[in-house]
């Protein structure tokens, strides 16, 4: 078949509901930043850069889509060690001066900065590393298989903890749980792994409920460890630690049942173009807004999962299953947090949260998924497999076999 006649046959089968529905959350967060640009001029680019982040990650998400997930997955070893390099060199660089944190590469672009996270890029490139290692050790079950898996996963876990961005640090972590699950690994292995992390699990619970910690807060940095008080125990901390969960709160109470109006939201939510503009939508849109935005991430996620149900080998039932369970850890935690059910952790919400990399990393995430949803082989109800489908005997062969009777 030709490029072109492929290219036709790949997009006869291709996932438009899937692909709309992204796109559209991804504008809606669009119209968000805009609002919350309208009331603070000091934002009033970030729209016409979104705006640029969304095109361009269409383009992304559509490469990825028509270039065979089985071609991308040769590379594995190399796009992982990329990842690895980039998540080193931010080490490297230091913190920059507004978070005290280093989680950012700044590329001059002309008289542009053009700021990428390597720790979201890691995210997109691990699933398809994982998802290359089991597929070509063919078990998850074996030791060796087990410990390699464990150790791609691990380590740009531990980079990104060094940089100091426990978010980040987590859905990684959840991405490679969630990975290993539809894997198939042997139940043993779970119920064993559960024996030694739940104990620490909840020594570690009752060890933040002290006054005076011993081990938590060696492991969490100051910033980290304050974030994670003010919630355990609001009334011990900086009333100004809890404004901008207030502040959403207050937020999502004022827009009711269908909103303040769009463009009509106020000042409520501080920088709520980032991880709180799920926010922004409810203050404008109100519950029903609300409710509509999670059915339609939902929609996304269940389609994700789906597509890994149908998927015709291992490989491609890791890919969409990890960008599935990308997707609904993120937006769980990102809602959790935005509605006060857990502490501030700088989780974005999927497409819609404003920033380059993030759009990019998710956009190219549907992709894969979109890729491994293409049917590339055409399959009718009444065809027989070819390597199933046993040859006619004739009667000369039965003859020249020396058989005298048929059966």
């Not at 008289?111 to 998850?140: H, M």
């Not at 008080?229 to 109470?253: C, H, K, M, W, Y």
């Amino acid at each position: 078949m030709s490029l072109v006649g492929e290219l036709r046959e790949n997009m006869r089968t291709f996932d438009y509901a899937l692909a709309i529905v992204v796109a559209g959350i991804a504008y809606l967060g669009i119209l968000m930043v805009e609002a919350v640009a309208r009331l603070l001029p000091i934002y009033a680019a970030l729209p016409d850069q979104q705006r640029i982040h969304l095109v361009t990650g269409i383009i992304l998400m559509l490469v990825v889509a028509l270039v065979d997930y089985h071609f991308i997955a040769k590379f594995y070893l190399p796009i992982y060690f990329i990842s690895i390099v980039f998540l080193v060199i931010v080490l490297f660089l230091g913190p920059d001066d507004i978070t005290a944190t280093a989680r950012w590469i700044v590329v001059p672009i002309g008289g542009f900065n053009l700021s990428i996270q390597p720790s979201e890029f890691t995210k997109f490139f691990l699933i398809i590393a994982l998802a290359a290692l089991v597929d070509k050790r063919k078990t998850i079950n074996h030791p060796l298989s087990l410990l390699l898996y464990l150790a791609m996963a691990g380590l740009p876990v531990v980079l990104v903890i060094l940089q100091l961005s426990l978010s980040a640090a987590t859905v990684l972590l959840a991405i490679g749980v969630i990975m290993l699950f539809l894997a198939n690994l042997n139940f043993k292995i779970i119920i064993a792994t559960l024996t030694i992390t739940l104990p620490a699990a909840i020594f570690l619970y009752f060890d933040m409920m002290r006054q005076q910690p011993l081990i938590i807060t060696q492991i969490l940095s100051e910033r980290q460890w304050h974030r994670l008080q003010s919630f355990i125990d609001p009334a011990s901390v900086d009333p100004d630690a809890l404004l901008q969960t207030n502040r959403s709160l207050f937020a999502i109470g004022s827009g009711g049942l269908y909103g303040r109006g769009f463009m009509e939201n106020s000042t409520f939510v501080i920088h709520g173009h980032n991880d709180f503009i799920f926010a922004v939508m409810a203050e404008q849109f109100g519950f029903i807004g609300s409710m509509t935005l999670l059915a339609a991430i939902g929609f996304v996620i269940v389609k994700c999962f789906l597509i890994a149900y149908r998927a015709e080998d291992m490989l491609g039932r890791l890919m969409a299953g990890g960008v599935g369970g990308l997707l609904l850890f993120q937006t769980f935690v990102n809602v959790s947090v935005v509605t006060g059910f857990l502490p501030n952790t700088g989780m974005p919400f999927p497409f819609m949260s404003y920033g380059g990399t993030h759009m990019w990393t998710h956009m190219a995430a549907i992709g894969l998924a979109l890729n491994v949803g293409i049917s590339r082989k055409e399959i009718y109800m009444f065809t027989v497999d070819e390597e199933e489908e046993e040859p006619a005997i004739t009667t000369q062969e039965v003859m020249l076999n020396g058989r005298t009777s048929f059966k």
